[in-house]
């Protein structure tokens, strides 16, 4: 039924899988599980999504953005390696663009249901109605009371429409992922894993019986998910919600499970990844404080010492938000603490 497919060697293996499938086409990574992967027009620059063998077709697992070259990439792969093949329902694991982009047109198109986790699907629903239209001001004062000029504050403000461009919409009803049930496809009982940190609550499927793991952005490969506090929860703790996941995902997924990921290549050593993020936002940490020792320092002042690469406005605004929730930790585990003069805040250690 299934065209053009790439079939790994069996047993199960991440060794194996050293290459990506070509856009539109796809790797058969496990029986009746199909990898594929899609450009992206960021610095990341691509995005893998899964096809996962049901009882009347496939369930896919995320879609790409929304733009014109991925609907024509999804055209020719219907056309071609996936020719007969019929989608059964559309999972989605998290509301970023590159993952919900083109969640609408999906199930329209293949008049399929939607599973997400209900805080999921809830926040792509509100960012959808483009809340930062009518409240600019909102996004701009989050950013320069943390000490962004005026100028950023506009151009990283301004980039929340950007995010309507990449999403074709959510359907009215959808399906709620709910980890005391788990999920079914076909034969399959999967595992659903929920946690936080990149996302409000981000969606993973376990595979128990076949050892394998779809981590979507929780795990990569080689780079650190990016762990952010945004202007609608200004005090919230990411990183300690994204290490606490982390730390779940150690106790339920064997340290040898296969994980499939939303970017890059597969893993063989969940935890072993696992261990290295949580090691590395570790010594994030440190440095912030080390960075604000000699004198108080915004997060905007921080965010060039962390990042000492050259940071575009789309960079900035990850950066930015990355640095802030290292602050947010440290302020938490008391410590850092805020110092605010003339509504600007700053931090310095306690």
């Not at 997924?253 to 994980?259: G, H, I, N, R, S």
């Amino acid at each position: 039924m299934v065209h053009a497919i790439k079939t790994t060697p069996a047993p199960l293996s991440a060794a194996a899988l050293t290459e990506p499938p070509a856009p539109g086409e796809t790797i058969e990574v496990a029986p009746g599980v199909l990898w594929m992967r899609f450009p992206l027009p960021f610095q990341l620059d691509h995005v893998n999504l899964y096809l996962i063998e049901d009882d009347d077709g496939f369930a896919l697992l995320d879609t790409g953005i929304c733009d014109d070259r991925t609907k024509e990439i999804w055209d020719h792969a219907f056309q071609n390696a996936l020719k007969g093949i019929r989608l059964s329902r559309l999972i989605v694991s998290h509301h970023h663009p590159d993952h919900i982009g083109l969640a609408g047109w999906m199930t329209e198109r293949f008049g399929i249901p939607l599973h997400m986790t209900l805080t999921e699907y809830l926040m792509g629903s509100y960012l959808g109605l483009g809340p930062f239209a009518e409240k600019g001001h909102f996004y701009s004062d989050f950013y320069l009371k943390h000490g962004a000029t005026a100028e950023q504050a506009k151009v990283v403000a301004g980039r929340g429409l950007h995010y309507l461009q990449m999403v074709s919409g959510l359907p009215d009803d959808f399906i709620a992922l709910d980890p005391s049930q788990g999920l079914t496809l076909g034969g399959r009982k999967f595992e659903v894993l929920t946690g936080g940190g990149h996302s409000v609550d981000q969606a993973m499927l376990y595979c128990r019986d076949e050892n394998f793991f779809m981590a979507s952005d929780q795990i990569i490969e080689r780079i650190s998910p990016n762990v952010s506090v945004h202007a609608m929860e200004p005090h919230s703790d990411p990183l300690g919600a994204f290490v606490r996941s982390l730390n779940q995902i150690k106790r339920v997924v064997p340290a040898d499970a296969v994980t499939f990921s939303g970017h890059r290549l597969p893993i063989a050593a969940p935890h072993v990844r696992a261990d290295e993020l949580i090691a590395h936002h570790d010594e994030r940490l440190d440095k912030v404080v080390e960075i604000v020792s000699p004198s108080p320092l915004t997060t905007a002042e921080i965010t060039p010492l962390l990042f000492h690469r050259q940071l575009d406005p789309h960079q900035f605004s990850f950066a930015f938000s990355e640095a802030l929730a290292h602050v947010n930790r440290l302020v938490e585990d008391g410590r850092l603490e805020w110092l605010v003069d003339d509504g600007i805040h700053r931090v310095r250690p306690t």
